[in-house]
């Protein structure tokens, strides 16, 4: 079956730093990879989502790249804030299956 | 615009109790609506996909006559959680997609309920 897996439970960086998340997956070759913030007791916003013949997807100061021979997905925060500290939750194609997330902290 | 309500955002009943959860797509159609439960520090767990005018489909290990699904309409879905236990406590999410979007659309999520069972 296919696993999803979100390289750490939580990363804490310090502001101003690039923060990189990994999502990696397995016995799947998902069409989209989609990337979510969800803040403490609330639900999913979505943030991005990257085509598997799209090699990389910005906005503002989000960046995902999608290597579909690696079967990874990488999520950058350049110049983080504060106010970037939720989790983020990586999810593919239709069936909307998720990865346990990782807890990002950015540390003034 | 693609705005989900959940109703409500929080809820404490009593063991042997149901509970009837609401979703409801404010301001778009939406033919399929999914159902998650997230336990503390974990992900969303995809519970059931909801159709609007058909059964849902269950994820397997959930139990169908345990959360009743009911998608009656293009705007709204129910979770009905029947005969609540302790175990059943949980945050429970909702989202849904537009009607007509494309296959890889994002989803918009609801805020979840948070369920307590005493």
């Known amino acids: 079956s296919q696993k999803i897996e979100q390289n750490s439970e939580a990363l804490n960086i310090q502001e101003g730093k690039t923060a990189t998340l990994t999502c990696n997956y397995t016995?799947?070759?998902?069409?989209?990879l989609q990337w979510y913030r969800q803040d403490p007791g609330r639900g999913p916003v979505f943030l991005l989502l990257?085509?598997?013949?799209?090699k990389e997807k910005r906005k503002e100061r989000l960046k995902v790249t999608f290597d579909t021979t690696l079967k990874q997905s990488l999520f950058h925060i350049t110049a983080s804030q504060p106010a970037d500290s939720a989790t983020y939750l990586c999810?593919?194609?239709?069936?909307?299956?998720f990865g346990a997330g990782t807890r990002l902290t950015v540390k003034p | 615009g693609a705005v989900v309500s959940q109703h409500p955002s929080w809820v404490i009943c009593k063991s042997g109790t149901s509970v009837k959860i609401e979703c409801r797509s404010l301001?778009?159609?939406?033919?399929?609506m999914f159902w998650y439960r997230q336990f503390p520090k974990q992900s969303l767990m995809l519970m059931a996909t909801?159709?609007?005018?058909?059964?849902?489909?269950?994820e397997q290990g959930v139990e169908k006559d345990k959360f009743l699904i009911n998608h009656a309409s293009l705007t709204l879905s129910t979770l009905t959680v029947t005969s609540a236990h302790p175990e059943d406590s949980s945050f429970y999410i909702c989202?849904?997609?537009?009607?007509?979007?494309?296959?890889?659309?994002?989803?918009?999520f609801g805020n979840g309920t948070r369920l307590t069972v005493t």
């Open positions: 990257i085509r598997e013949n799209e």
């Open positions: 016995n799947y070759s998902p069409a989209y």
């Open positions: 909801s159709n609007e005018g058909s059964k849902a489909t269950y």
């Open positions: 999810a593919l194609d239709m069936d909307m299956r």
């Open positions: 989202s849904a997609s537009p009607a007509g979007s494309s296959y890889n659309s994002p989803l918009h």
């Open positions: 301001d778009f159609q939406a033919t399929t």
